[in-house]
């Protein structure tokens, strides 16, 4: 088991920036894919980013590819997504997700342990 816990959320002015982290416990998360995933009120969960093991391999939806930046140390088991230029439609509870494979890839979906997530509100 994983347990996944995000960080970092909060009220931030459009053009602003917050950092997020999810911090992982239970297991180390060196074979685990780990993404991002949003959902804003009244919409679908959404994918935002996503990070191979070694983190070499990253993608991002295009809402928010040049802004958002995801990142990992596998040596704290903690994620980051840098949230940059933040605009209102960023504005969402933000879950981090791990997915175990064997191999170094993206996964975007069947994520095997979600946070809780954690509230960005960006402000106009």
């Known amino acids: 088991q994983v347990q996944l816990v995000e960080s970092g959320g909060g009220l931030v002015q459009a053009g602003g920036s917050l950092r997020l982290s999810c911090a992982a416990s239970?297991?180390?998360?060196?074979?685990?894919?780990m993404n991002w995933f949003r959902q804003a009120p009244g919409k679908e969960r959404e994918f935002v980013s996503a990070?191979?093991?070694?983190?070499?391999?990253?993608d991002y939806a295009d809402s928010v590819k040049g802004r958002f930046t995801i990142s990992r140390d596998n040596a704290k088991n903690t994620v980051y997504l840098q949230m940059n230029s933040l605009k209102f439609e960023d504005t969402a509870v933000y879950y981090c997700?791990?997915?175990?494979?064997?191999?170094?890839?993206?996964?975007?979906?069947?994520?095997?342990?979600w946070g809780k997530g954690t509230l960005v509100t960006v402000s106009s």
């Open positions: 990070s191979s093991w070694s983190g070499d391999a990253t």
């Open positions: 239970g297991r180390t998360i060196n074979n685990y894919a």
């Open positions: 997700a791990a997915r175990y494979s064997d191999y170094d890839t993206l996964y975007y979906y069947n994520m095997d342990y």
